[in-house]
Every structure is written in structure tokens, then in C-alpha cells.
């Protein structure tokens, strides 16, 4: 049943990928890449803009509206909240349904908003002195025991051999919008998401700022 599942989610990516071409790359690794979604979903905004204002420091950072983005969630949770506890209070504490509603009504748009802001506003960091990518807010110590597919593992930048840029269409009931991944692509051909939002210019910009910074081709198959 998972797998049929799996089936059918990597089917409805595949729907909304441009094919892609592989050889107008001239790299032997481009061959042995995949070029769908690496990360479902999507942002039908801006979440990430690159600062490269320290060239041995080049992050990714949430957006202002991001940031927002996330504080609304977790502002409609704290008034979900506080309102419910106040009229509870003031009627003399005799209405649990209330404040039972209150807590989960607005512990849902709290948690929400917290989640996505840990998630979304963790810098991706890009640091050339040393060579390595990782994502936090401090470079980890060390990598031993640690998975590479974990989200605070360092990814050697000797290891990296091209940026890629591909695109998908995301269908909702509201109308549908097109994604852009930024991916490092390995020497095996494996790949690591680095942001997905869905401002094409501000995604083809940075993308080639960071090919520029790090020496590297640019794939951009958006």
C-alpha cells in the first residue's frame, strides 16, 4: 500500500516536470542526475533570498515575508488562546468546553507557526574558507555517526560538482504555480535541496551568484 502510494506522488511530480535533456549539459555526471522534484511542494512566494555579502559566508536567509508568513500562523494561535482564557476567567472559570476548544484551536495555529518558522528560517550556509555546506545557525562540530541526508550534516564542497535549477507546477484547489528548487548535485549524482520557493528571478539569480562564488557550471533546467 506505501509503495503503490509512493507510486502515485512520484507520478503526479513527474507530471508537472519539463523533460529535460541532459546532454546540452556536457557533463558525465548530468546523465546519472535525476530531474524531478527533490523536495514536494513548494512556495507559491519568495521564502529565501542568498546574502552574499561575506564572501566566505554565503547563507541563505528566510525572507521578511517569510518570517511574517510564519508569525501569523503563531499570532492567530496566541489570540486563539488568549481570547477563550480571558472570557473564561471572566465568567468565573465554569466554561472548560471553552478553554478546552481555545487550547486546541489555538495550540494547532501555534505549534504551526513555530514548526514552520524553525524549519523555514534555519539558515543555509555556505562557508568557503572551510569548504562545506550545512544547515543551522552554528557549524556543526563534526559529522561522525551523522547521516548526510540529516538536516545539520556538512556536505564537503570538493564533493559538489555543478548547481542545479529545475522546476515544477503545483496544483491546488486555489489555481496552481510553478516551484524552483536550487539542488547541489554530488560526484555520484545524488543531490541536496538547498531552498524551493516560487520567485523564478530572485531563484536564477542566486543560483548563478552561488555558481560564480563556489566555481561551479550552473544547470539550469527551470
Not at 536567509?61 to 499570532?75: L, M, Q, Y
Request: aromatic share 10%; proline share 5%.
Amino acid at each position: 500500500m506505501l509503495d503503490k502510494l509512493k507510486q502515485l506522488v512520484e507520478e503526479a511530480q513527474k507530471r508537472g516536470v519539463r523533460a529535460v535533456d541532459a546532454s546540452q549539459f556536457s557533463h558525465p555526471v548530468a546523465a546519472q542526475t535525476e530531474w524531478h522534484p527533490l523536495k514536494p511542494g513548494g512556495a507559491n512566494f519568495q521564502t529565501h533570498r542568498l546574502d552574499d555579502s561575506n564572501p566566505d559566508l554565503l547563507v541563505f536567509r528566510a525572507t521578511t515575508f517569510t518570517k511574517v508568513f510564519c508569525g501569523i500562523f503563531a499570532g492567530v494561535g496566541v489570540l486563539g488562546i488568549a481570547i477563550p482564557l480571558l472570557i473564561f476567567m471572566h465568567q468565573g472559570g465554569t466554561d472548560w468546553g471553552l478553554l478546552l476548544f481555545a487550547f486546541l484551536f489555538g495550540g494547532i495555529f501555534l505549534t504551526a507557526g513555530l514548526l514552520m518558522y524553525y524549519f523555514m528560517a534555519t539558515p543555509r550556509v555556505f562557508d568557503t574558507f572551510y569548504g562545506c555546506y550545512y544547515k543551522g545557525r552554528k557549524k556543526p562540530e563534526h559529522t561522525l555517526g551523522m547521516s548526510r541526508d540529516e538536516p545539520h550534516a556538512i556536505t564537503h564542497l570538493n564533493e559538489v560538482v555543478a548547481i542545479q535549477v529545475i522546476s515544477e507546477r503545483i496544483s491546488s484547489k486555489n489555481g496552481s504555480y510553478r516551484s524552483y528548487e536550487i539542488n547541489l548535485v554530488k560526484q555520484d549524482g545524488s543531490r541536496i535541496n538547498v531552498v524551493d520557493h516560487g520567485k523564478p528571478a530572485a531563484v536564477i539569480t542566486d543560483a548563478e551568484i552561488l555558481a560564480t562564488q563556489l566555481g561551479l557550471p550552473l544547470w539550469d533546467a527551470s
